[in-house]
Protein backbone atom coordinates (compact mmCIF):
# COMPACT_ATOMS: atom_id res chain seq x y z
CA UNK A 1 0.00 0.00 0.00
CA UNK A 2 1.39 3.58 -0.77
CA UNK A 3 1.75 6.19 2.12
CA UNK A 4 1.05 8.91 -0.73
CA UNK A 5 -1.61 11.50 0.45
CA UNK A 6 -2.62 13.49 -1.81
CA UNK A 7 -5.92 14.77 0.02
CA UNK A 8 -7.03 14.67 3.36
CA UNK A 9 -10.61 14.19 5.07
CA UNK A 10 -12.30 16.66 7.51
CA UNK A 11 -14.74 15.78 8.84
CA UNK A 12 -17.51 18.08 8.14
CA UNK A 13 -19.23 19.58 11.91
CA UNK A 14 -23.18 19.29 12.31
CA UNK A 15 -23.60 23.19 13.59
CA UNK A 16 -20.81 25.40 13.22
CA UNK A 17 -19.52 29.11 12.05
CA UNK A 18 -17.24 29.44 9.18
CA UNK A 19 -15.13 32.94 8.78
CA UNK A 20 -13.78 32.98 5.86
CA UNK A 21 -11.78 35.80 3.69
CA UNK A 22 -9.94 36.94 6.65
CA UNK A 23 -6.60 38.47 5.78
CA UNK A 24 -4.08 35.86 6.29
CA UNK A 25 -1.97 37.97 8.57
CA UNK A 26 -4.95 38.79 11.00
CA UNK A 27 -6.16 35.16 11.67
CA UNK A 28 -4.39 34.99 15.00
CA UNK A 29 -5.81 37.96 15.89
CA UNK A 30 -9.18 36.95 14.97
CA UNK A 31 -8.80 34.25 17.20
CA UNK A 32 -7.42 36.05 20.11
CA UNK A 33 -9.96 38.96 19.98
CA UNK A 34 -12.96 35.95 19.74
CA UNK A 35 -11.06 34.60 23.19
CA UNK A 36 -10.94 31.07 21.10
CA UNK A 37 -7.66 30.14 22.55
CA UNK A 38 -9.94 29.27 25.66
CA UNK A 39 -12.79 27.44 24.07
CA UNK A 40 -13.64 23.78 23.99
CA UNK A 41 -15.46 23.74 21.01
CA UNK A 42 -13.62 22.17 18.12
CA UNK A 43 -11.99 24.47 16.09
CA UNK A 44 -10.48 24.29 12.35
CA UNK A 45 -8.37 26.44 11.37
CA UNK A 46 -6.22 27.05 7.96
CA UNK A 47 -3.77 30.18 6.96
CA UNK A 48 -2.05 31.26 4.21
CA UNK A 49 -3.94 29.92 1.88
CA UNK A 50 -4.42 30.34 -1.31
CA UNK A 51 -7.56 32.83 -1.98
CA UNK A 52 -8.12 34.13 -5.55
CA UNK A 53 -9.41 37.01 -3.76
CA UNK A 54 -7.09 38.43 -1.54
CA UNK A 55 -3.86 36.42 -2.21
CA UNK A 56 -3.55 34.44 0.75
CA UNK A 57 -6.46 34.35 3.39
CA UNK A 58 -6.94 32.37 6.33
CA UNK A 59 -10.03 30.18 7.34
CA UNK A 60 -11.96 29.40 10.85
CA UNK A 61 -14.35 27.14 11.50
CA UNK A 62 -15.90 26.95 15.14
CA UNK A 63 -18.30 24.03 16.05
CA UNK A 64 -21.81 24.69 17.88
CA UNK A 65 -20.90 28.53 17.96
CA UNK A 66 -22.83 30.99 16.20
CA UNK A 67 -21.85 34.98 16.90
CA UNK A 68 -23.43 37.79 18.58
CA UNK A 69 -23.55 40.85 16.84
CA UNK A 70 -20.90 42.13 19.32
CA UNK A 71 -18.48 39.52 18.39
CA UNK A 72 -19.26 40.37 14.77
CA UNK A 73 -18.38 43.20 14.92
CA UNK A 74 -14.79 42.76 16.29
CA UNK A 75 -14.02 40.52 13.67
CA UNK A 76 -15.58 43.46 11.05
CA UNK A 77 -13.06 45.90 12.93
CA UNK A 78 -9.97 43.07 12.49
CA UNK A 79 -10.95 41.85 9.25
CA UNK A 80 -13.75 43.89 6.98
CA UNK A 81 -13.03 41.78 4.06
CA UNK A 82 -14.50 38.33 6.12
CA UNK A 83 -17.52 36.54 5.25
CA UNK A 84 -19.64 34.41 8.37
CA UNK A 85 -20.99 31.48 6.74
CA UNK A 86 -23.33 29.74 9.71
CA UNK A 87 -24.35 25.99 9.20
CA UNK A 88 -27.13 24.67 11.04
CA UNK A 89 -27.64 20.63 10.51
CA UNK A 90 -24.95 20.50 7.75
CA UNK A 91 -26.91 23.27 5.73
CA UNK A 92 -25.63 26.69 5.53
CA UNK A 93 -28.13 28.69 7.03
CA UNK A 94 -26.73 32.08 6.91
CA UNK A 95 -23.20 33.90 4.51
CA UNK A 96 -22.70 36.88 4.45
CA UNK A 97 -19.89 39.54 4.34
CA UNK A 98 -19.29 41.21 7.84
CA UNK A 99 -20.38 45.31 8.30
CA UNK A 100 -19.56 47.58 10.75
CA UNK A 101 -22.49 48.93 11.80
CA UNK A 102 -23.51 53.02 12.28
CA UNK A 103 -22.57 52.64 16.08
CA UNK A 104 -19.72 50.48 18.18
CA UNK A 105 -20.35 50.19 21.74
CA UNK A 106 -18.78 48.35 24.46
CA UNK A 107 -16.04 46.08 22.77
CA UNK A 108 -13.04 48.58 22.42
CA UNK A 109 -11.58 51.31 24.66
CA UNK A 110 -10.94 54.77 23.44
CA UNK A 111 -7.46 55.75 23.01
CA UNK A 112 -8.12 59.26 24.93
CA UNK A 113 -6.65 58.73 28.51
CA UNK A 114 -8.17 61.24 29.63
CA UNK A 115 -11.54 60.12 28.32
CA UNK A 116 -14.78 59.86 30.80
CA UNK A 117 -15.00 56.41 29.53
CA UNK A 118 -11.37 55.28 30.64
CA UNK A 119 -11.73 57.47 33.94
CA UNK A 120 -14.95 56.56 34.92
CA UNK A 121 -15.62 53.20 33.57
CA UNK A 122 -18.07 54.33 31.15
CA UNK A 123 -19.28 52.16 28.27
CA UNK A 124 -17.77 53.03 25.30
CA UNK A 125 -19.51 54.10 21.91
CA UNK A 126 -17.98 55.09 18.84
CA UNK A 127 -19.44 56.66 15.68
CA UNK A 128 -18.42 54.95 12.59
CA UNK A 129 -16.99 57.67 10.11
CA UNK A 130 -14.60 58.04 6.90
CA UNK A 131 -12.31 60.38 6.75
CA UNK A 132 -11.73 62.22 2.99
CA UNK A 133 -9.59 59.72 2.07
CA UNK A 134 -12.43 57.24 2.70
CA UNK A 135 -10.64 55.51 5.40
CA UNK A 136 -12.62 53.91 8.60
CA UNK A 137 -12.40 56.15 11.79
CA UNK A 138 -14.11 56.30 15.22
CA UNK A 139 -15.73 59.02 16.72
CA UNK A 140 -16.04 59.03 20.65
CA UNK A 141 -19.33 59.94 21.46
CA UNK A 142 -18.25 61.22 24.59
CA UNK A 143 -14.54 63.01 23.99
CA UNK A 144 -15.25 63.45 20.71
CA UNK A 145 -11.75 62.30 19.74
CA UNK A 146 -11.23 60.63 16.20
CA UNK A 147 -8.87 57.38 15.88
CA UNK A 148 -8.04 55.07 13.56
CA UNK A 149 -7.62 51.21 12.51
CA UNK A 150 -4.02 51.70 14.40
CA UNK A 151 -5.58 52.92 17.79
CA UNK A 152 -8.35 50.21 18.60
CA UNK A 153 -7.62 48.51 22.04
CA UNK A 154 -10.30 45.81 22.78
CA UNK A 155 -11.51 45.26 25.74
CA UNK B 1 -28.83 20.35 -5.39
CA UNK B 2 -28.12 19.81 -1.76
CA UNK B 3 -26.08 21.99 0.16
CA UNK B 4 -25.65 19.48 2.73
CA UNK B 5 -22.00 18.83 3.20
CA UNK B 6 -21.07 16.10 5.52
CA UNK B 7 -17.31 16.04 4.90
CA UNK B 8 -14.44 18.46 3.51
CA UNK B 9 -11.72 18.18 1.46
CA UNK B 10 -8.42 19.44 2.22
CA UNK B 11 -5.73 19.55 0.04
CA UNK B 12 -2.65 17.45 1.20
CA UNK B 13 0.35 19.29 1.23
CA UNK B 14 3.91 18.23 -0.48
CA UNK B 15 6.28 18.71 2.26
CA UNK B 16 5.13 19.58 5.72
CA UNK B 17 5.35 18.39 9.59
CA UNK B 18 2.58 17.46 11.86
CA UNK B 19 2.11 17.57 15.16
CA UNK B 20 -0.07 15.23 16.20
CA UNK B 21 -1.55 14.02 19.96
CA UNK B 22 -1.35 17.78 21.37
CA UNK B 23 -3.25 17.60 24.66
CA UNK B 24 -6.16 19.83 23.84
CA UNK B 25 -5.60 22.42 25.64
CA UNK B 26 -1.61 22.98 24.98
CA UNK B 27 -2.69 23.67 21.23
CA UNK B 28 -2.50 27.34 21.37
CA UNK B 29 0.80 27.15 23.37
CA UNK B 30 2.24 24.83 20.83
CA UNK B 31 1.93 27.49 18.42
CA UNK B 32 3.13 30.44 20.37
CA UNK B 33 6.37 28.63 21.79
CA UNK B 34 7.19 27.65 17.97
CA UNK B 35 6.05 31.12 16.95
CA UNK B 36 3.69 30.10 14.04
CA UNK B 37 1.64 32.95 14.85
CA UNK B 38 4.13 35.01 12.53
CA UNK B 39 4.76 32.09 10.22
CA UNK B 40 3.97 32.58 5.70
CA UNK B 41 3.56 29.12 5.69
CA UNK B 42 0.15 27.38 4.84
CA UNK B 43 -1.11 26.37 8.42
CA UNK B 44 -4.01 23.60 9.22
CA UNK B 45 -4.60 23.30 12.98
CA UNK B 46 -7.38 21.22 14.72
CA UNK B 47 -8.28 21.43 18.30
CA UNK B 48 -10.88 19.62 20.70
CA UNK B 49 -10.50 16.71 18.32
CA UNK B 50 -11.79 13.30 19.46
CA UNK B 51 -8.79 10.71 20.50
CA UNK B 52 -8.91 7.51 21.33
CA UNK B 53 -5.66 7.84 23.49
CA UNK B 54 -6.24 11.41 24.74
CA UNK B 55 -10.16 12.33 24.73
CA UNK B 56 -9.38 15.59 23.26
CA UNK B 57 -6.33 16.29 21.07
CA UNK B 58 -4.82 19.09 18.56
CA UNK B 59 -3.54 18.78 15.78
CA UNK B 60 -1.15 20.99 13.67
CA UNK B 61 0.52 20.61 10.30
CA UNK B 62 2.70 23.05 8.53
CA UNK B 63 3.83 23.31 5.39
CA UNK B 64 7.55 23.38 4.32
CA UNK B 65 9.18 23.30 7.73
CA UNK B 66 10.72 20.86 9.52
CA UNK B 67 11.49 21.36 12.98
CA UNK B 68 15.45 21.38 14.67
CA UNK B 69 15.98 19.83 17.81
CA UNK B 70 15.62 23.04 19.98
CA UNK B 71 12.22 23.13 18.62
CA UNK B 72 11.39 19.81 19.08
CA UNK B 73 12.39 20.20 22.62
CA UNK B 74 9.83 22.71 23.41
CA UNK B 75 6.91 20.69 22.18
CA UNK B 76 8.88 17.67 24.38
CA UNK B 77 8.44 20.19 27.41
CA UNK B 78 4.59 21.85 26.81
CA UNK B 79 3.47 18.67 25.09
CA UNK B 80 4.88 15.01 25.81
CA UNK B 81 2.55 13.19 24.46
CA UNK B 82 2.72 14.82 20.64
CA UNK B 83 3.77 12.64 18.08
CA UNK B 84 5.93 14.44 15.06
CA UNK B 85 4.87 13.15 11.52
CA UNK B 86 7.30 14.74 8.39
CA UNK B 87 5.62 14.14 5.54
CA UNK B 88 8.25 14.93 2.02
CA UNK B 89 6.86 14.30 -1.43
CA UNK B 90 3.59 13.25 0.09
CA UNK B 91 5.10 10.56 1.63
CA UNK B 92 5.75 9.95 5.35
CA UNK B 93 9.33 9.98 6.17
CA UNK B 94 9.29 9.99 9.63
CA UNK B 95 7.33 9.82 12.31
CA UNK B 96 7.85 9.31 16.26
CA UNK B 97 6.65 10.42 19.51
CA UNK B 98 9.27 13.66 20.91
CA UNK B 99 11.34 12.77 23.79
CA UNK B 100 13.19 15.05 26.01
CA UNK B 101 17.18 14.93 25.61
CA UNK B 102 19.00 14.46 29.22
CA UNK B 103 19.94 17.98 28.41
CA UNK B 104 17.98 20.96 27.70
CA UNK B 105 20.03 24.36 26.34
CA UNK B 106 19.03 27.74 25.44
CA UNK B 107 15.68 27.58 25.22
CA UNK B 108 14.58 28.08 28.62
CA UNK B 109 15.00 30.66 31.56
CA UNK B 110 16.04 30.14 35.35
CA UNK B 111 13.46 30.32 37.29
CA UNK B 112 16.35 31.78 39.76
CA UNK B 113 16.19 35.18 39.57
CA UNK B 114 19.71 35.45 41.30
CA UNK B 115 21.28 32.54 38.89
CA UNK B 116 23.97 33.79 36.92
CA UNK B 117 22.47 32.93 33.69
CA UNK B 118 19.67 35.66 34.47
CA UNK B 119 22.18 38.11 35.72
CA UNK B 120 25.11 37.55 33.18
CA UNK B 121 23.40 36.11 30.41
CA UNK B 122 24.75 33.09 30.01
CA UNK B 123 23.43 30.11 27.92
CA UNK B 124 20.90 28.18 29.80
CA UNK B 125 21.59 24.66 30.55
CA UNK B 126 19.56 22.46 32.57
CA UNK B 127 19.69 18.34 33.46
CA UNK B 128 16.21 16.63 33.20
CA UNK B 129 15.42 14.76 35.98
CA UNK B 130 12.77 12.84 37.46
CA UNK B 131 11.14 13.59 41.44
CA UNK B 132 10.57 10.54 43.68
CA UNK B 133 7.22 11.11 42.08
CA UNK B 134 8.53 10.21 39.13
CA UNK B 135 7.52 14.21 37.71
CA UNK B 136 9.47 16.00 35.38
CA UNK B 137 12.19 18.47 36.62
CA UNK B 138 14.79 20.52 35.15
CA UNK B 139 18.07 21.13 37.31
CA UNK B 140 20.09 24.37 36.61
CA UNK B 141 23.65 23.51 35.84
CA UNK B 142 24.64 26.55 37.18
CA UNK B 143 22.68 27.34 40.33
CA UNK B 144 21.79 23.92 40.86
CA UNK B 145 17.76 25.08 41.56
CA UNK B 146 15.18 22.30 40.72
CA UNK B 147 12.37 23.59 39.08
CA UNK B 148 8.91 22.06 38.02
CA UNK B 149 6.86 22.51 34.77
CA UNK B 150 4.48 25.22 36.05
CA UNK B 151 7.86 27.50 35.91
CA UNK B 152 9.32 26.72 32.81
CA UNK B 153 9.52 30.45 30.68
CA UNK B 154 10.05 30.04 26.73
CA UNK B 155 12.93 32.74 25.68
Known amino acids: MSNKRKELKVSAIRNSTVIDHIPSEKSFQVIKILNLENTTNQIYFGTSLDSKKFGK??????SNKYF?????????????SATLIEIAD?????????????????????????CVTNIQGITTKFKVIKDHKGTMKLLCHYCEKTMGKENIEFF
Do not use: Q, R, S
Open 57 to 62: KGIIKI
Open 90 to 114: YEVTKKEKVHLPNYIEKIIKCFNPK
Open 68 to 80: KNEEINKIALVAP
